[in-house]
């Protein structure tokens, strides 16, 4: 036992310089962030990245892995951003989600580097500040293209800090969310997860740290009773700050119609009087079908949803995953330009 609290009394000894160095490193960071932004230069730059990679792997390659290195670096880079980006946001994400209308909007999937950046780009454009995204997609089928993962929340990450966005992306089970917390301003809960009541606890106890908001999509076979209490699984750990999405419902409708699913608009009512958590509308899911997607954003809207969260993609044709009810982003202007007549 002796030799045992003397490794770790030098363990303790190296965590405190570790963590030194590593605040260090992060204020450079920030300042070299920051000299970029004012001087209009690209904020990231994947090749240096690349080149501090490899030039730790070839001196120490020997003694630590390649992935290890390669793992523990981009979690420094990305927290190096992240910290930046919200120093530099004007608001929180918590305080830019009391704004009315709550526009969320991106693609499915992170399919790239290139595809998030050109998106986010037009998205800014339009000014849209929450960029969605997924990077971890639960498919029906198991052999179907499921995100890039970490990397795809990389990406995500760095097009947010470029664009000045806000990310939102869904998490499948805590050990992603813990291992990418800095990176994802806005948890998102999909449909298929809304009942893991355990899942929707773990989330609500590490949420409950800095009150992140999570955003709960309804399950396409739940009653609203079920979905206010599985909303409920997340506040009572200590978060309050829970949005409730309603992306439709599976009936009998689907026997022959060319829904994907059946919109629960008036849904949306009855959810404002029953809780005092704020309801969005995702038109894309509830129906499947791009070209209905702009008249059930604005029935949403009409029957009192507190925002919107849509697919887009500026070629819906070549998209990976659900590219026939994506809407291109100049569409998405046009309901934007509307709220604010």
């Known amino acids: 036992m002796d030799k045992i609290n003397e ?20 204020q450079i960071a920030k300042e070299i962030l920051s000299l970029k932004i004012s001087n209009q230069l690209n904020a990231d730059d994947f090749k240096r990245e690349r080149e501090i ?20 670096y981009k979690t420094i880079f990305s927290i190096s ?7 530099h946001q004007n608001l929180t994400a918590i305080e830019l989600l009391k704004l009315r209308p709550i526009i969320i909007a991106g693609p499915c999937v992170v399919e790239s580097q290139e595809q998030i950046f050109r998106i986010a780009e037009e998205l800014s454009g339009i000014g849209v500040k929450l960029l969605r995204g997924g990077a971890f997609k639960p498919r029906t089928r198991p052999n179907s293209f499921q995100g ?6 990389d990406y995500l990450l760095d097009a947010a800090c470029k664009y000045q966005m806000y990310t939102v992306t869904e998490i499948l089970d805590i050990e992603q969310l813990e291992r990418n917390y800095e990176k994802i301003d806005i948890i998102q809960i ?10 929707l606890k773990q989330v609500g106890r590490l949420s409950a740290q800095d009150g992140k908001p999570v955003i709960l999509k309804r399950g396409f076979a739940a009653t609203i009773e079920e979905f206010v209490n599985a909303a409920e699984y997340i506040r009572q750990e200590g978060n309050p700050n829970v949005i409730l999405c309603l992306r439709g419902i599976r009936t009998f409708e689907q026997i022959d119609s060319k829904l994907r699913f059946t919109p629960d608009i008036g849904t949306i009512m009855d959810l404002k009087e029953r809780t005092d958590m704020p309801v969005i509308f995702d038109p894309s899911h509830s129906t499947g079908v791009s070209r209905y997607v702009i008249p059930i954003a604005r029935a949403a809207l009409a029957a009192g949803a507190d925002g919107l969260m849509v697919e887009t993609h500026y070629n819906p044709d070549e998209a990976l995953i659900d590219g026939f009810q994506a809407i291109f982003p100049r569409d998405l202007k046009v309901i934007i330009d509307e709220t604010l007549n």
Request: no cysteine; glycine share 8%; aromatic share 12%.
């Open 81 to 87: 951003k992240e910290s930046f980006k919200k120093e």
């Open 7 to 26: 490794l770790r009394t030098k363990i303790d000894e190296l965590d405190t310089k570790l963590v030194k160095i590593f605040a260090e490193r992060l």
């Open 148 to 153: 890039l993962g970490d990397e795809g929340l």
């Open 53 to 72: 990679i490899e030039k730790l792997f070839n001196e120490f390659g020997d003694e630590i892995s390649k992935y290890t290195i390669e793992r523990l």
């Open 190 to 199: 999909g449909s298929r997860s809304m009942s893991s009541y355990g899942f």
